[in-house]
Protein backbone atom coordinates (compact mmCIF):
# COMPACT_ATOMS: atom_id res chain seq x y z
CA UNK A 1 0.00 0.00 0.00
CA UNK A 2 2.67 1.98 1.05
CA UNK A 3 4.56 1.71 -2.44
CA UNK A 4 1.60 2.57 -4.37
CA UNK A 5 0.80 5.20 -2.14
CA UNK A 6 4.39 6.77 -3.24
CA UNK A 7 3.48 5.86 -6.74
CA UNK A 8 0.57 8.33 -6.90
CA UNK A 9 1.74 11.01 -4.82
CA UNK A 10 4.71 10.78 -7.82
CA UNK A 11 2.16 10.35 -10.76
CA UNK A 12 -0.22 13.48 -9.42
CA UNK A 13 2.43 15.75 -9.90
CA UNK A 14 3.37 14.55 -13.33
CA UNK A 15 0.38 14.69 -14.80
CA UNK A 16 -0.45 17.82 -13.42
CA UNK A 17 2.47 19.03 -15.37
CA UNK A 18 1.89 17.65 -18.95
CA UNK A 19 -1.89 18.50 -18.56
CA UNK A 20 -0.45 22.23 -18.20
CA UNK A 21 2.25 21.23 -21.31
CA UNK A 22 -0.87 20.89 -23.01
CA UNK A 23 -2.83 23.74 -22.14
CA UNK A 24 0.24 26.07 -22.99
CA UNK A 25 0.81 24.64 -26.29
CA UNK A 26 -3.39 24.74 -27.51
CA UNK A 27 -2.64 28.65 -26.15
CA UNK A 28 0.86 29.01 -28.49
CA UNK A 29 0.03 31.87 -31.14
CA UNK A 30 2.20 31.86 -34.05
CA UNK A 31 1.80 35.24 -35.85
CA UNK A 32 2.72 34.75 -39.92
CA UNK A 33 4.00 37.89 -40.59
CA UNK A 34 5.43 38.82 -44.29
CA UNK A 35 8.29 41.52 -45.40
CA UNK A 36 9.91 42.22 -48.29
CA UNK A 37 13.76 42.33 -49.44
CA UNK A 38 14.47 45.93 -49.04
CA UNK A 39 14.24 48.28 -46.35
CA UNK A 40 10.59 48.00 -45.80
CA UNK A 41 11.43 44.79 -43.53
CA UNK A 42 14.02 46.45 -41.57
CA UNK A 43 12.01 47.76 -38.92
CA UNK A 44 10.69 44.27 -37.63
CA UNK A 45 14.11 42.01 -37.32
CA UNK A 46 14.27 43.12 -33.72
CA UNK A 47 11.60 41.07 -33.73
CA UNK A 48 13.47 37.67 -34.14
CA UNK A 49 16.21 38.17 -31.49
CA UNK A 50 14.75 35.62 -29.49
CA UNK A 51 13.82 33.22 -32.23
CA UNK A 52 11.19 35.12 -32.89
CA UNK A 53 9.31 34.37 -29.46
CA UNK A 54 7.60 37.39 -28.09
CA UNK A 55 6.61 36.24 -24.95
CA UNK A 56 5.92 31.90 -23.38
CA UNK A 57 2.75 31.96 -25.55
CA UNK A 58 3.38 34.21 -28.96
CA UNK A 59 5.93 33.24 -31.55
CA UNK A 60 6.17 35.48 -35.36
CA UNK A 61 7.10 33.84 -37.79
CA UNK A 62 8.75 36.39 -40.31
CA UNK A 63 8.77 35.10 -44.08
CA UNK A 64 10.94 37.33 -46.63
CA UNK A 65 9.01 38.11 -50.21
CA UNK A 66 10.85 39.70 -53.29
CA UNK A 67 7.65 41.53 -54.13
CA UNK A 68 4.22 42.68 -53.18
CA UNK A 69 2.37 40.44 -55.07
CA UNK A 70 3.04 36.72 -53.36
CA UNK A 71 2.18 38.99 -50.40
CA UNK A 72 -0.97 40.18 -51.06
CA UNK A 73 -1.95 36.60 -52.79
CA UNK A 74 -1.19 35.05 -49.23
CA UNK A 75 -2.86 37.34 -47.11
CA UNK A 76 -5.93 37.40 -49.62
CA UNK A 77 -5.79 33.63 -48.79
CA UNK A 78 -4.99 33.66 -45.42
CA UNK A 79 -1.78 32.09 -45.47
CA UNK A 80 -0.08 35.36 -43.42
CA UNK A 81 -1.35 37.09 -40.29
CA UNK A 82 0.51 40.41 -40.92
CA UNK A 83 2.39 42.33 -43.43
CA UNK A 84 4.64 45.29 -43.90
CA UNK A 85 3.55 46.95 -47.20
CA UNK A 86 3.71 50.49 -49.34
CA UNK A 87 1.17 52.65 -48.36
CA UNK A 88 -0.75 52.85 -51.58
CA UNK A 89 -0.51 48.85 -51.23
CA UNK A 90 -2.53 48.56 -48.77
CA UNK A 91 -5.19 50.78 -49.75
CA UNK A 92 -5.19 49.25 -53.09
CA UNK A 93 -5.64 45.98 -50.88
CA UNK A 94 -8.73 47.17 -48.69
CA UNK A 95 -9.99 48.91 -52.21
CA UNK A 96 -10.64 45.30 -53.30
CA UNK A 97 -12.66 44.14 -50.55
CA UNK A 98 -9.44 41.96 -48.99
CA UNK A 99 -10.18 41.80 -44.89
CA UNK A 100 -6.60 43.73 -43.87
CA UNK A 101 -6.64 47.18 -42.00
CA UNK A 102 -3.46 49.28 -41.11
CA UNK A 103 -2.35 49.08 -37.75
CA UNK A 104 1.00 51.29 -37.98
CA UNK A 105 3.19 53.38 -40.01
CA UNK A 106 6.87 51.66 -39.79
CA UNK A 107 8.87 53.33 -42.56
CA UNK A 108 8.23 56.91 -44.14
CA UNK A 109 9.69 58.60 -47.14
CA UNK A 110 13.69 58.10 -47.96
CA UNK A 111 13.88 58.84 -51.60
CA UNK A 112 16.67 61.37 -53.16
CA UNK A 113 16.78 62.40 -56.85
CA UNK A 114 20.82 62.26 -57.36
CA UNK A 115 22.83 63.71 -60.33
CA UNK A 116 27.16 62.60 -61.35
CA UNK A 117 26.52 65.94 -63.57
CA UNK A 118 28.23 68.91 -62.44
CA UNK A 119 25.64 71.07 -64.39
CA UNK A 120 22.86 70.17 -62.68
CA UNK A 121 22.70 72.43 -59.60
CA UNK A 122 19.48 73.86 -59.06
CA UNK A 123 15.43 72.43 -59.41
CA UNK A 124 15.13 74.67 -62.82
CA UNK A 125 18.02 72.43 -64.03
CA UNK A 126 15.46 69.41 -64.44
CA UNK A 127 13.68 71.15 -67.53
CA UNK A 128 14.60 68.79 -70.62
CA UNK A 129 16.79 66.32 -68.99
CA UNK A 130 16.31 62.11 -68.53
CA UNK A 131 15.57 61.29 -65.00
CA UNK A 132 15.85 57.33 -64.49
CA UNK A 133 13.73 55.98 -62.16
CA UNK A 134 13.35 52.26 -61.29
CA UNK A 135 10.46 50.65 -62.61
CA UNK A 136 7.13 52.72 -63.56
CA UNK A 137 4.14 52.92 -60.92
CA UNK A 138 6.13 52.92 -57.73
CA UNK A 139 6.66 55.26 -54.50
CA UNK A 140 9.71 56.59 -56.72
CA UNK A 141 7.68 56.58 -59.91
CA UNK A 142 4.70 58.43 -58.22
CA UNK A 143 6.53 60.70 -56.18
CA UNK A 144 8.85 61.87 -58.63
CA UNK A 145 5.81 62.83 -61.04
CA UNK A 146 3.94 64.20 -57.99
CA UNK A 147 7.01 66.78 -56.99
CA UNK A 148 7.76 67.17 -60.45
CA UNK A 149 4.17 69.01 -61.75
CA UNK A 150 4.35 70.75 -57.98
CA UNK A 151 7.69 71.95 -59.74
CA UNK A 152 5.98 73.46 -62.31
CA UNK A 153 7.09 70.78 -64.90
CA UNK A 154 4.99 68.67 -67.16
CA UNK A 155 6.10 64.88 -66.54
CA UNK A 156 5.52 64.04 -70.55
CA UNK A 157 7.02 67.03 -72.22
CA UNK A 158 9.71 69.29 -69.86
CA UNK A 159 11.01 65.92 -68.95
CA UNK A 160 11.71 62.47 -69.95
CA UNK A 161 11.11 59.53 -67.25
CA UNK A 162 13.20 56.50 -67.91
CA UNK A 163 12.25 53.26 -66.42
CA UNK A 164 14.34 50.95 -68.77
CA UNK A 165 16.75 50.18 -65.71
CA UNK A 166 13.91 48.63 -63.38
CA UNK A 167 16.67 47.39 -60.93
CA UNK A 168 17.41 49.91 -58.32
CA UNK A 169 20.52 47.97 -57.75
CA UNK A 170 21.38 48.09 -61.71
CA UNK A 171 20.50 51.63 -61.76
CA UNK A 172 22.65 52.53 -59.08
CA UNK A 173 25.66 50.89 -60.31
CA UNK A 174 25.18 53.00 -63.50
CA UNK A 175 25.05 55.88 -62.34
CA UNK A 176 28.20 55.15 -60.37
CA UNK A 177 29.55 54.73 -63.35
CA UNK A 178 28.45 57.67 -65.08
CA UNK A 179 26.11 56.10 -67.68
CA UNK A 180 23.44 57.76 -66.29
CA UNK A 181 23.32 61.37 -65.25
CA UNK A 182 20.48 61.67 -63.23
CA UNK A 183 18.41 59.33 -61.27
CA UNK A 184 15.39 58.89 -58.38
CA UNK A 185 16.61 56.38 -55.71
CA UNK A 186 15.54 55.33 -52.13
CA UNK A 187 17.73 53.76 -49.89
CA UNK A 188 19.88 51.76 -49.52
CA UNK A 189 20.48 53.02 -52.80
CA UNK A 190 21.60 56.40 -51.74
CA UNK A 191 23.98 55.76 -49.36
CA UNK A 192 25.26 52.89 -51.62
CA UNK A 193 25.87 55.55 -54.21
CA UNK A 194 26.69 58.42 -52.46
CA UNK A 195 29.42 56.11 -50.56
CA UNK A 196 30.80 54.83 -53.76
CA UNK A 197 31.28 57.70 -55.83
CA UNK A 198 32.55 61.55 -54.81
CA UNK A 199 30.81 62.55 -58.44
CA UNK A 200 27.52 61.73 -57.25
CA UNK A 201 25.77 64.51 -55.33
CA UNK A 202 22.29 64.63 -54.10
CA UNK A 203 19.95 67.20 -56.22
CA UNK A 204 16.72 67.11 -53.80
CA UNK A 205 15.69 65.34 -51.05
CA UNK A 206 11.85 64.17 -51.86
CA UNK A 207 11.09 64.44 -48.42
CA UNK A 208 12.01 67.69 -48.14
CA UNK A 209 10.78 69.11 -50.86
CA UNK A 210 7.19 66.96 -49.84
CA UNK A 211 6.85 68.53 -46.11
CA UNK A 212 7.79 72.05 -47.49
CA UNK A 213 4.56 71.66 -50.47
CA UNK A 214 2.36 70.25 -47.94
CA UNK A 215 3.29 71.75 -44.61
CA UNK A 216 3.59 68.44 -43.05
CA UNK A 217 6.62 65.75 -42.32
CA UNK A 218 7.35 63.58 -43.80
CA UNK A 219 4.81 60.82 -45.87
CA UNK A 220 4.14 57.55 -45.07
CA UNK A 221 5.95 54.95 -47.27
CA UNK A 222 5.81 51.92 -45.21
CA UNK A 223 2.39 50.46 -43.51
CA UNK A 224 1.62 47.25 -41.55
CA UNK A 225 -1.53 45.51 -41.96
CA UNK A 226 -3.18 43.27 -40.15
CA UNK A 227 -5.95 40.36 -41.46
CA UNK A 228 -9.56 40.82 -39.85
CA UNK A 229 -9.09 37.10 -39.34
CA UNK A 230 -5.96 37.66 -36.96
CA UNK A 231 -8.01 40.51 -34.92
CA UNK A 232 -11.22 38.73 -34.57
CA UNK A 233 -9.36 35.46 -33.05
CA UNK A 234 -6.47 36.99 -31.43
CA UNK A 235 -7.57 40.49 -30.17
CA UNK A 236 -5.38 40.47 -26.94
CA UNK A 237 -2.08 39.15 -29.23
CA UNK A 238 -2.08 42.24 -30.95
CA UNK A 239 -1.02 44.73 -28.93
CA UNK A 240 2.10 42.71 -27.74
CA UNK A 241 2.91 41.76 -31.69
CA UNK A 242 2.79 46.00 -32.21
CA UNK A 243 4.74 47.06 -28.82
CA UNK A 244 7.12 44.25 -29.84
CA UNK A 245 7.35 45.83 -33.43
CA UNK A 246 7.61 49.72 -32.09
CA UNK A 247 10.84 48.02 -29.76
CA UNK A 248 12.05 46.92 -32.42
CA UNK A 249 12.32 49.85 -34.59
CA UNK A 250 13.75 51.26 -31.67
CA UNK A 251 16.24 49.00 -31.65
CA UNK A 252 17.25 49.05 -34.97
CA UNK A 253 17.52 52.78 -35.01
CA UNK A 254 20.10 52.46 -31.84
CA UNK A 255 21.79 49.49 -33.01
CA UNK A 256 22.24 49.47 -37.33
CA UNK A 257 25.58 47.52 -37.03
CA UNK A 258 23.79 44.70 -34.95
CA UNK A 259 20.45 45.11 -36.59
CA UNK A 260 22.46 44.73 -39.85
CA UNK A 261 23.82 41.00 -39.46
CA UNK A 262 20.12 40.08 -38.45
CA UNK A 263 18.88 41.87 -41.83
CA UNK A 264 21.14 39.67 -43.96
CA UNK A 265 20.50 36.63 -41.09
CA UNK A 266 16.62 36.55 -42.26
CA UNK A 267 17.16 36.95 -45.72
CA UNK A 268 16.32 40.58 -46.40
CA UNK A 269 19.39 42.14 -47.75
CA UNK A 270 23.46 41.56 -47.20
CA UNK A 271 24.64 43.40 -43.73
CA UNK A 272 27.18 45.34 -45.57
CA UNK A 273 24.47 47.41 -47.36
CA UNK A 274 22.26 47.76 -44.54
CA UNK A 275 24.15 49.10 -42.10
CA UNK A 276 24.92 52.40 -43.55
CA UNK A 277 21.47 53.21 -44.63
CA UNK A 278 19.59 52.24 -41.27
CA UNK A 279 20.46 55.60 -40.34
CA UNK A 280 18.54 56.94 -43.58
CA UNK A 281 15.59 55.09 -43.62
CA UNK A 282 13.39 57.03 -41.57
CA UNK A 283 12.22 53.99 -39.30
CA UNK A 284 9.35 54.71 -37.37
CA UNK A 285 6.76 53.60 -35.70
CA UNK A 286 3.13 55.54 -35.34
CA UNK A 287 0.37 53.72 -34.95
CA UNK A 288 -2.26 54.31 -37.29
CA UNK A 289 -4.50 56.25 -34.94
CA UNK A 290 -0.92 58.28 -34.33
CA UNK A 291 -0.28 58.17 -38.16
CA UNK A 292 -3.56 58.76 -39.41
CA UNK A 293 -3.72 62.54 -40.76
CA UNK A 294 -0.46 61.74 -43.32
CA UNK A 295 -1.81 58.54 -44.46
CA UNK A 296 -4.89 60.23 -45.40
CA UNK A 297 -2.95 63.24 -46.96
CA UNK A 298 -0.79 60.83 -48.67
CA UNK A 299 -3.36 58.78 -49.89
CA UNK A 300 -5.47 61.82 -51.26
CA UNK A 301 -2.53 63.31 -52.67
CA UNK A 302 -1.95 60.06 -54.75
CA UNK A 303 -5.62 59.72 -55.87
CA UNK A 304 -6.01 63.30 -56.74
CA UNK A 305 -2.92 62.43 -58.83
CA UNK A 306 -3.75 59.13 -60.39
CA UNK A 307 -6.85 57.36 -58.68
CA UNK A 308 -6.00 53.74 -59.60
CA UNK A 309 -2.65 53.93 -57.30
CA UNK A 310 -4.71 53.48 -54.32
CA UNK A 311 -7.72 51.21 -56.04
CA UNK A 312 -9.69 53.97 -57.10
CA UNK A 313 -10.93 55.34 -53.84
CA UNK A 314 -9.05 57.31 -50.72
CA UNK A 315 -10.23 54.64 -47.94
CA UNK A 316 -12.38 55.58 -45.18
CA UNK A 317 -11.88 55.55 -41.43
CA UNK A 318 -12.34 52.02 -41.29
CA UNK A 319 -9.26 51.45 -42.71
CA UNK A 320 -7.35 52.34 -39.75
CA UNK A 321 -6.85 49.69 -37.07
CA UNK A 322 -7.22 50.75 -33.18
CA UNK A 323 -6.37 48.08 -30.45
Known sequence: MLIVSVILCLSFPLAAR????????????????AVMQGPSGFSTVGMTRNEGRLDDYTVVDIQVFPSPNEVIARLANGELDIAALPTNVAANLYAKGVAVKTAAIVGEGMLMFLTNDAGITELTDLAQR?????????TPDQMA??????LGYDSETDVE????????AQLTQMLIAGKVDLAVLPEPFVSMALNSSDAVIPLLDVQAL?????????????????????????PGTLPLV?????????????NPADAGNLIEEVGIMKAALAVPAVPRCNLVFKTAKEGYEAMDL?????????????GGAVPDESFYLEY
Request: hydrophobic share 45%; proline share 3%.
Open 242 to 254: MGSLKDSVQWVNA
Open 145 to 150: RILIAA
Open 18 to 33: AAQEIQLASQQVEVRM
Open 130 to 138: KISIPGAGG
Open 161 to 168: LDYSIAAP
Open 298 to 310: YLKVLYGFDYTSV
Open 210 to 234: WSALTGTGNYPMTVVVVSDRFVEQH
